[in-house]
């Protein structure tokens, strides 16, 4: 199921197995407090918790054992397990027989980001499995409009997608901001240039803007994106390896004839991340694309021998990228 299921499923009644998993911490952290909230009684006595690191080999038996208690005076024992991607011969010896016929009276919670690998869990017996992956960037957008309208702040669709942008549709980032934004505001409208003050913009983000700059030959705005990452990482490298790495992954997708989902699984992007990229690739086009991908491989291959400084080298770059072609 999705996260945005959790609720409902919850209220149905509990499962005996959760696998949180997914590369979004605010998804994680939000199904996990759901569950708990629904059926945890008296938690210093009925919960338990486990770094899934530990749990190796012959030491699954004391995860199993604490699953096997019985609580204390509630309905449910919850224990939780964090990172924990046991292999097939593990699950094998000591796991399968619990996740066969697994006590009713415990609920076990397993959060993982999904970084490593290990028996696909997901497919056992008695595991309700949930997505807490990133979720659309539309998606991100309407969390932000709905919440802030609950604490009686109106903002229109643009401001709401600047505050997803900005945070590059991470929910964990989003929602620190937007309760950033609730304090600040307490009620009224909320303008773009009070998104622009308050909403931190990720590094990451300012990155986009700066090559977004580039598909639009604006050189005064990569100009002015790149005196305010310089102020605040003080790294010329930090941009020529961003730089680098957006011509990179425009030079993969113009040359490939993958369809789009194909292309974000191979890259490890969102579906909407690429076909922007596809975009900005149309507008720049493939032989200036191969041809900055070069220098700028060429100009980082001269700062790290030495022969150039990284801020020569990010001088070139700019020079090469707006006034070469």
């Keep these: 199921m999705k996260y945005t299921q959790l609720k409902n499923s919850i ?38 918790s ?19 208690n019985y609580p204390f005076m509630a309905e449910k024992r919850i224990i939780k ?47 309700a499995y949930v997505d807490c992956s990133k979720t659309e960037p539309d998606a991100v957008s309407k969390w932000v409009y709905i919440t802030l309208k609950r604490a009686g702040i109106a903002a229109s669709a643009a401001v709401c997608e600047s505050v ?33 003050e308050l909403v931190f913009r990720d590094a990451d983000y300012r990155i986009y803007e700066l090559t977004n700059a580039i598909s639009r030959k604006n050189y005064c705005k990569f100009c002015e994106i790149a005196a305010e990452l310089l102020i605040k990482s003080g790294d010329e490298m930090t941009i020529l390896s961003g730089l680098f ?3 990179k992954n425009l030079s993969v997708i113009v040359c490939s004839k993958d369809s789009v ?16 990229s596809m ?17 700028l491989y060429s100009v980082v291959s001269e700062v790290k021998s030495g022969r150039l400084t990284p801020k020569s080298a990010l001088q070139n770059a700019e020079n090469f990228i707006f006034f070469s072609n």
């Design 279 to 295: 975009e900005q690739a149309d507008a720049i086009g493939e032989k200036i694309i191969n041809e900055t991908l070069s220098y």
């Design 50 to 68: 486990f770094d899934g690191e530990t749990l190796k080999g012959g030491a699954l038996s004391s995860l199993v054992a604490a699953i096997k």
């Design 164 to 196: 997803a942008e900005y945070c590059l549709h991470n929910m964990a980032r989003v929602s620190v901001e937007v309760e950033k934004i609730i304090a600040y505001k307490g009620g009224g409208t909320l303008m773009q240039n009070e998104v622009d």
């Design 261 to 276: 989902s194909s292309l974000a699984v191979m890259m490890k992007m969102k579906e909407y991340a690429v076909k922007k």
């Design 11 to 48: 209220s149905e009644g509990a499962n005996s197995i959760y696998l949180l998993e997914g590369d979004d911490a605010y998804f994680r952290m939000k199904g996990e407090e759901q569950i708990k909230l629904a059926f945890l009684q008296m938690p210093e006595l009925n919960y338990s």
């Design 81 to 127: 397990v964090t990172e924990f991607y046991p292999s097939e011969s593990e699950y094998e010896t000591y796991l399968k027989s619990l996740f066969d016929d697994f006590p009713s009276s415990s609920i076990l919670i397993i959060v993982n980001t999904g970084a490593k690998k290990g028996v696909d869990l997901k497919r056992k017996k008695s595991v």
């Design 245 to 247: 790495s957006y011509f």
